[in-house]
């Protein structure tokens, strides 16, 4: 049968339908259920209520990560530390109790996989191309870049998932989001990111699943296409795919929960025939040639709001939509920034490179290249925090902790963090912070806080000169490796 | 779930656009382990400012809240939904929602309803001092000055908010259905049954602090 040619999202879609309804609403089986500490325990008590049990729990994988401190977690004598906030220790108490109660796979606080949920996930080889992935948790889009269709979801449809492991779905519309060419020196895949979200805006993506391709996007390691795949919601786009390619299986190959012998084999055979067909057609493509992309970061709060590091604080006026205008003033008044200032004249206080958007090993490698040999400016507090404690290994055994320590860096224990002002790391109002994390929003790094959102090496740079820094400016040209780009 | 066929009442004129959830409530308030109780931390930063909306007696228990686009952006997380709903919220009007927010809206009895921005300007300026009405029978909105505004919503997720359904309940009906899927998916991707899980992985427990 001739069948017309289908886009990856379409393929994956297709092989998880259960039954389709009259309205076209179809039941989508789930794979794939991470699980953490803030958005379930309100579905565990659901089932406890209607008196349900977990369908697949040897689906489901727990992790705790948006609470947790990001300071040790055993003391000298081997003992837990308590977790000084009561409602933060009983949120992760109830995540025990509830995979112990309901069979599910809990990796404790102590393990050393433990970390934020969307780095564990393809860390531990439990997220797979072609999968149906969700997460009560936005940034669940991170997973397709594996090529697993990965989107967040509430706590009602956690507890769905749990009950039944499917979903209730209406099929999406496709975007495809071209990057062409190569990346310049001193860009990464933050970078890239931060010029979609720019160019489509952050509701752009609102009713679609986008599907990166392009030379760039194929020349990224699986690092970098997480950092990418992560963003995608950031753009409004609740599921964001990357092609299974040799680098995905690479990756995988050998992972703890990766499948293997007969069944890795199958596996790959089938990841094979995933990619789009060619002549697919998507719903809207949008290009971008990367050789436009400089090194990048925000100036408002919103990730739309996105300057190149050599621009200029935008002139609301400037601004053609009258919302917009509004908005920009909003956002400037809040930021403290007046318009027509510099980007690399604003002093930061405070760094944090850290986040399921630029947490992974070679993240960290891009940032330590940048502060090796150098100080973090005086007045400027600046954080490592590995996104997993496999990473923090890996770190460790490269002798990046002692760059970074060396340099005047916390080194921190895994965890979300200051990505958002949920555990006791947090920037003070009025404060300044230069972070790698993907949400500039009102108040998202604390009360009052104030967040530029931009790349591991671009935030080293502020970190060592205090102010928003042009990362190129900090390295020799013949150092290309700025995180997440295979040489 | 409660079930909801129309909403009356007050609403409140704030057009904003792409108002987050960190703004609709911000991250500490999601420690809770219950769904009640959040309208307190509802809209905190921007009740922190005087002469705001959410305080002004006018407004006072409004069960619509009127936005700008982009609605809900942002987080997954349904605490902006309970946090609507506990501060007595059933409706909110505004010309594009995130989709995670809208699908979370109508899980607890919200109805998200999208109007063109020339709708919603007209409603803002009409809500000042007027009731608006949102009626899922016949899908409309509709003030005393004769406005009259239709409003699309997905067939099944109109019947989940006028019929109160439980989800969960018509999935686990269809048990045999998903059994089936479940059965041919072990041959044709048996690869993805996995292994069961995280028990036994060599690592666990080395080399923490
Ligand atoms: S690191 Fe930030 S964005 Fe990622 S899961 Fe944690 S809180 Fe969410």
Not at chain 1, 8 to 37: F, N, P, S
Request: net charge negative; with cysteine.
């Amino acid at each position: 049968m001739a069948s017309r040619p289908l886009t990856l999202y379409e393929k994956i879609w297709a092989a998880h339908v259960v039954e389709r309804r009259d309205d076209g609403t179809c039941l989508i089986y789930i794979d794939r259920h991470l699980v953490h500490e803030v958005t379930s325990p309100q579905a565990f008590e659901g089932l406890r209520v209607a008196g349900r049990r977990v369908r697949r729990p040897e689906l489901t994988l727990a992790v705790p990560d948006h609470n947790l401190p990001t300071t040790p977690r055993i003391g000298p004598d081997g003992r837990l530390l308590p977790i000084a906030d009561p409602e933060s220790a009983q949120q992760l108490d109830a995540l025990r109790r509830n995979t112990a109660e309901f069979g599910i796979d809990y990796i404790d606080a102590t393990a050393a996989e433990q970390g934020i949920v969307h780095v564990v996930g393809p860390e531990m080889g439990f997220t797979l191309p072609g999968t149906t992935l969700v997460c009560g948790d936005s940034h669940t889009s991170a997973h397709g870049a594996l090529g697993a269709l990965a989107f967040g979801i509430g706590t009602s449809e956690v507890e769905h998932v749990l009950a039944t492991q499917t979903l209730l779905l209406q099929q999406s519309k496709t975007m495809e989001i071209r990057v062409d060419g190569s990346l310049g020196f001193g860009v990464s895949p933050k970078d890239v990111i931060l010029a979609i979200i720019g160019r489509i805006g952050a509701a752009g993506g609102t009713g679609y699943v986008v599907e990166y391709t392009g030379e760039v996007v194929r020349a990224m390691s699986i690092e970098g296409r997480l950092t990418m795949a992560n963003m995608s919601i950031e753009g409004g786009a609740r599921a964001g795919l990357v092609a299974p390619d040799e680098t995905t299986f690479a990756y995988l190959k050998g992972r703890p929960m990766a499948p293997e012998g007969a069944d890795w084999d199958k596996a790959v055979a089938w990841w094979r025939t995933l990619p789009s067909d060619p002549g697919a057609a998507y719903d809207r493509t949008v290009t971008l040639d990367a050789t436009n992309i400089a090194p990048s970061l925000t100036w408002g709060t919103s990730p739309e709001d996105v300057v190149a590091i050599t621009g200029i604080v935008p002139d609301p006026d400037s601004f053609a939509d009258p919302a917009k205008r509004d908005a920009a003033r909003k956002s400037l008044h809040y930021m403290g920034l007046a318009p027509g200032t510099a980007m690399q004249d604003v002093g930061v206080q405070h760094v944090f490179i850290g986040s399921c958007t630029n947490s992974r090993i070679e993240d960290l490698r891009a940032a330590a290249a940048v502060a090796q040999g150098r100080r973090v400016a005086d007045g400027v507090r600046a954080m490592v925090v590995p996104g997993s404690g496999l990473v923090k290994r890996q770190a460790e055994a490269e002798g990046l902790d002692r760059i970074f320590v060396g340099a005047g860096f916390e080194w921190r224990e895994p965890g979300c963090s200051m990505c958002l002002a949920m555990n006791p790391d947090k920037v003070p109002p009025g404060e300044r912070c230069a972070s790698t994390s993907n949400r500039n929003f009102v108040g998202r790094q604390g009360p009052g806080a104030r967040t530029h959102l931009l790349s591991p090496a671009m935030a080293a740079a502020a970190a060592v000169t205090g102010r928003l820094a042009d990362v190129r400016d900090l390295m020799p040209r013949d150092n290309n490796d700025f995180g997440g780009v295979m040489s | 779930m409660q079930a909801v066929t129309s909403v009356s009442g007050r609403a409140y004129p704030w057009g904003a656009k792409n108002v987050d959830t960190d703004v609709i409530i911000p991250a500490h308030w999601l420690k809770t382990i219950s769904r009640v109780g959040l309208g307190r931390g509802a809209f905190e930063t921007v009740r922190a400012q005087p002469g705001n909306l959410f305080d002004d007696p006018r407004y006072a228990g409004a069960p619509i809240l009127i936005a700008g686009d982009n609605f809900g952006c942002g987080s997954s997380r349904e605490h902006a939904a309970w946090a609507l709903a506990d501060m007595g919220v059933t409706a909110v009007i505004a010309p594009s929602f995130s989709d995670i927010f809208s699908g979370n809206a109508v899980k607890n009895g919200i109805v998200p309803v999208v109007l063109p921005q020339e709708a919603i300007d007209r409603l803002l300026e009409t809500a000042v001092d007027q009731d608006v009405t949102v009626d899922l029978e016949t899908m409309t909105v509709t003030t005393p000055y004769q406005d009259r505004f239709s409003f699309d919503l997905d067939p099944f997720r109109r019947r989940c908010l006028m019929e109160g359904l439980d989800e969960i309940g018509l999935t686990l009906a269809r048990d045999t259905q998903i059994s089936n899927f479940e059965g041919a998916a072990a041959s044709t991707r048996p690869w993805v049954e996995g292994k069961r899980g995280y028990e036994g992985i060599a690592v666990a427990g080395a080399g923490r602090t």
